[in-house]
């Protein structure tokens, strides 16, 4: 819609394993001064108060699947947020086991400390969330000026699901860790902005157990170049971790450049993109 300026900000932009430079799986897309969190990893609260978000302000949650380096920092937002006076009721999307997760690894989980902070003063309301459960590809939620939309996509045998915004004629696509599959090129068509996982080289992926369940250079280049997307950002970056090249993720950005007429880039912790419309 006119008037709604959107911002993307990577919160985290690494994988699996401690990276010092880079925190686990965490984004915000910030609609007109509303901010959606997508997933949650190593570091997430720590990085998103430091680029401006915090925790209590943020009232919109989206998790991809339940491998632990997406939600892992779960507990520490809603922990952080109860404790911090939140004045509005959290809303936590995401796959089946959300809930379960939500409920056992946080509530009752944290039971103590959630009852200590409400006898000195804390607001029980401030605890409080509403869950709902994707169970398929479509539309997740919408507003006045957005729609939220899923794509559920095999990655390593979980509920999994991909994220679509679209904001007037604005679109930003952000992948979770994902096989490569057709559908995601639709989903992505046109995409102002595409952020996907690329986990490392085919041939490092193609050594590893769970190579099979991530993106590479040739499936990401497919993927924008089929979508037409015009703005890809690179995250998740596994192999950084398992390589001593340090410009690795460079080489897999320039590798995708050759392929493809929209602009590519290495993600990193406090990338912002900010589109006027």
């Given at each position: 819609m006119p008037g709604t300026d959107v911002a993307f900000i990577m919160v985290g932009s690494g994988g699996v394993r401690v990276n010092p430079r880079r925190g686990g799986t965490s984004q915000i897309v910030d609609i007109g001064g509303r901010p959606f969190l997508i997933d949650c990893g190593r570091l997430a609260v720590h990085n998103m108060v430091n680029f401006g978000y915090p925790v209590e302000n943020i009232n919109d949650v989206l998790i991809s699947h339940l491998h632990f380096d997406h939600v892992?920092?779960?507990?520490?937002?809603?922990?952080?947020?109860?404790?911090?006076?939140?004045?509005?009721?959290?809303?936590?999307?995401?796959?089946?086991?959300?809930?379960?997760f939500m409920e056992l690894g946080i509530r009752q989980a944290y039971q103590q400390d959630i009852q200590s902070r409400i006898r000195?003063?804390?607001?029980?309301?401030?605890?409080d969330w509403d869950v709902k459960e994707i169970n398929e590809?479509?539309?997740?939620?919408?507003?006045?000026?957005?729609?939220?939309?899923?794509?559920?996509?095999?990655?390593?045998?979980?509920?999994?699901?991909?994220?679509?915004?679209?904001v007037g004629n604005l679109r930003i696509v952000i992948?979770?860790?994902?096989?490569?599959?057709?559908?995601?090129?639709?989903f992505s068509e046109s995409a102002d902005l595409l952020v996907c996982e690329c986990s490392g080289t085919k041939q490092f992926l193609e050594t590893q157990g769970w190579g099979t369940w991530h993106m590479n250079p040739q499936s990401v280049a497919d993927l924008a170049s089929r979508s037409g997307a015009k703005q890809v950002v690179l995250k998740h970056l596994v192999i950084e971790n398992f390589s001593d090249d340090a410009d690795v993720s460079e080489k897999m950005a320039e590798e995708i450049r050759q392929d493809i007429k929209g602009e590519v880039q290495v993600g990193y912790d406090g990338l912002r993109i900010v589109f006027h419309s």
């Open positions: 892992c920092d779960l507990s520490d937002f809603a922990i952080l947020s109860f404790n911090n006076r939140r004045p509005k009721k959290l809303k936590v999307y995401g796959p089946e086991g959300t809930d379960r000195s003063g804390k607001s029980p309301a401030s605890m590809s479509g539309v997740v939620t919408e507003g006045d000026d957005f729609i939220i939309s899923s794509l559920q996509t095999a990655h390593g045998g979980l509920p999994n699901f991909n994220y679509r915004f679209d992948t979770s860790d994902t096989e490569p599959d057709d559908a995601l090129v639709d």
